[in-house]
Structures are given as structure tokens and as C-alpha cells.
């Protein structure tokens, strides 16, 4: 291993998650300004501030893995880095839904690659988990991301005319998701978290904030309302448990709180636009504003962090 690498050869994963977090922040302001007098530019500048800097970060990492392939592998025997690496992938999903606007070929053709892109990763995941002697005692909730996060496709699918696949999506992701919670509840039960990795728990609160957002182009509003209640009471168990999520203060591993909030955020809106009264204006308005100002937050730290150089040492990220 080179000991002093350049730049990007140190790009870890664990930028992708804030990234999505952040992504998911522009689509929340853009439903926000359809159904409240709010600016249309907030959420078009964040989409594309986040989307370009998605693509720089993209382009180190790729360059990064063109040096040595295998370096994806190595990446991946970090636990929380399984989570990382495939946020890459949903990054790309989200700018497929935030492209739909402006260009419906060029989002079909980001939803397609993106659903590769998962596919390989989530191979390469599993391929690692056969590496690892006890893999039910490695399991956490970002996990969801490789063998949940295809989910995030069955946001746009039904814009593109795939409502049936959208439906498959989301009906084969469900078991993994049920086995990850239940799995990592019982490590929560028997292990002592590290405080570095604990905002990971909250990831629990983004698959059943997007199995309600995609429910709501797939089925009726019935089976919305349900998971609508449903991200409410995890939201309230996250703000139960956020003494626990957050002590320390800030570490790398909060940018596992991103996309939680912006996809809560986002099923909230939802919830508002469909009329279901003042508790649901409430709920909209304040995780929107929560999102709002700890997304960015945990952005900027994040990269600040990675630009000091630290940042792949502190997430165990593989150096080329």
C-alpha cells in the first residue's frame, strides 16, 4: 500500500451516505414548493449542488477502484461500509427522479444504471459476508442500504411506466428488511454499540419512510395513510433513543442520520399534500425544517473531515 497516496486514492465510502441524505433534502424542498408557497429554487439548488458534488465524489471513487478493483472488496469488510458503498448507487437513483423534470431519457437511463450499480454491490456484499466467520453478529441496520436500498427505484419507476417491477421491488426487499430489524435488535440486545457506529441505528426510520413515499404512486391512499402512521411511531422511537444515537457529538457515522430525515421529510409532505389535517402539517413542517439543519450540517463536517485527510482512516476505508 502506498503510504502517502494521493488524494483520491483515500476516498471512502462513507461520503455516499450524506450525499443521499442531502439529495433527498432537494426532493423534499421541491414537493415542499408544490404545496406551499415557498421557493421553487431551493430545492432545484440543492438538487444541483448535491448532484454535482455526488458526481465529483463519484468520479474520485471510480478512479480509485480503475487503480485496483479489488479495492471494492476491500472496502467492504468494514461493517459500516457495506451500508456506504451501495449509497452510491441510491445516490444515483435519487438523481434519476430529480432528472424526470428536465429530461425523462436521460432519468431512464440513470435508473437503469443504477439498478445495475446496486446489483453489483450487493453481489460484492454478500460475496464479503461469506468472508466473515459470524455474520448475524455483524448485522445493523444500515445493512438495509445493499438488500433494502433497490427501493428507492420504486420511488420514479411508475413515471417510467414500470409499475409492475416497481410492485416486485418492493414486495422482495420487504423479508430483508424484517430479518435486518429483527437481527439487529437482538445485537442491540446482546452487544455494547460503539458509539461510533450508533447513528446507524437510525436507519431503520428510511425503508419505512420510502415504502410509504412509493406506496403512494402504487397503491391506494389506504395502504399511504398506514405506513404514513407507521414512519410516525419510528420517528418517535428515534427521538426516544437520540440521547443514545448522538453522545459524543458529531463522528463520521452521522451521515447515517441524512437520509432518515430527508426521506421522513419527504413521506411527511406527502402526508400534507394529501389533506390529513394540522397533525400532518405539523409533522411536515418541522421534520422538514430538522432536515433542513442537520443535513447540511452533517454534509460540511463530513467533507471538511475528508479534506483534512482523516477521513478514511476514522471509517476504516480501504487506500490504494
Known amino acids: 500500500m502506498n503510504n502517502n497516496p494521493t488524494f483520491w486514492h483515500r476516498t471512502p465510502p462513507a461520503l455516499f451516505p450524506c450525499?443521499?441524505?442531502?439529495?433527498?433534502?432537494?426532493?423534499?424542498?421541491?414537493?415542499?414548493a408544490e404545496i406551499w408557497p415557498v421557493s421553487p429554487w431551493m430545492g432545484e439548488v440543492i438538487l444541483l449542488s448535491s448532484s454535482i458534488l455526488f458526481a465529483v465524489t463519484f468520479i474520485f471513487y471510480i478512479a480509485k477502484?480503475?487503480?485496483?478493483?479489488?479495492v471494492l472488496l476491500d472496502d467492504l469488510k468494514v461493517a459500516p461500509a457495506r451500508g456506504a458503498v451501495s449509497a452510491g448507487s441510491m445516490c444515483i437513483m435519487l438523481i434519476s427522479a430529480a432528472a424526470l423534470p428536465y429530461s425523462i431519457m436521460t432519468a431512464l437511463v440513470l435508473w437503469w444504471f443504477s439498478i445495475v450499480l446496486h446489483l453489483v454491490y450487493l453481489v460484492c456484499t454478500i460475496y464479503s459476508l461469506t468472508k466473515v466467520e459470524n455474520v448475524r453478529a455483524t448485522v445493523t441496520p444500515p445493512m438495509v442500504l445493499p438488500f433494502v436500498g433497490l427501493i428507492v427505484a420504486a420511488i420514479s419507476g411508475p413515471q417510467f411506466g414500470y409499475t409492475g417491477l416497481s410492485k416486485l421491488i418492493v414486495f422482495a426487499t420487504v423479508p430483508g428488511f424484517v430479518f435486518i430489524l429483527?437481527?439487529?435488535?437482538?445485537?442491540?440486545?446482546?452487544?455494547?454499540?460503539p458509539i461510533p457506529v450508533r447513528a446507524g441505528f437510525a436507519a431503520v426510520l428510511a425503508p419505512v419512510s420510502i415504502y410509504?413515499?412509493?406506496?403512494?404512486?402504487?397503491?391506494?391512499?389506504?395502504?399511504f395513510y398506514i405506513l404514513w402512521g407507521c414512519a410516525i411511531c419510528c420517528a418517535l422511537l428515534f427521538l426516544m433513543f437520540l440521547p443514545w444515537l448522538v453522545k459524543g457529538g458529531w463522528?463520521?457515522?452521522?451521515?447515517?442520520?441524512?437520509?432518515p430525515l430527508s426521506s421522513f421529510a419527504g413521506i411527511m409532505l406527502i402526508g400534507a399534500s394529501s389533506g390529513f389535517g394540522l397533525v400532518a402539517d405539523i409533522?411536515?413542517?418541522g421534520s422538514l425544517g430538522f432536515?433542513?439543519?442537520?443535513?447540511?450540517?452533517?454534509?460540511?463536517?463530513?467533507?471538511?473531515?475528508?479534506?483534512?485527510?482523516?477521513?478514511?482512516?476514522?471509517?476504516?476505508?480501504?487506500i490504494v
Do not use: C, E, H, M
Not at 439487529?184 to 452487544?191: E, G, I, M, Q, R
Not at 432536515?291 to 454534509?299: C, D, K, R
Open 65 to 70: 477502484l480503475s487503480l485496483r478493483p479489488s
Open 212 to 223: 410509504g413515499i412509493a406506496a403512494y404512486g402504487l397503491w391506494s391512499i389506504d395502504v
Open 283 to 285: 409533522w411536515a413542517i
Open 182 to 193: 429483527y437481527q439487529s435488535a437482538l445485537n442491540l440486545k446482546y452487544t455494547d454499540i
Open 251 to 259: 463522528n463520521p457515522g452521522w451521515g447515517a442520520f441524512t437520509f
Open 19 to 32: 450525499l443521499l441524505g442531502l439529495i433527498g433534502l432537494g426532493l423534499a424542498w421541491r414537493r415542499a
Open 291 to 318: 432536515a433542513t439543519v442537520i443535513v447540511p450540517y452533517v454534509v460540511v463536517k463530513t467533507y471538511l473531515f475528508w479534506a483534512s485527510g482523516k477521513l478514511a482512516k476514522a471509517t476504516g476505508a480501504a
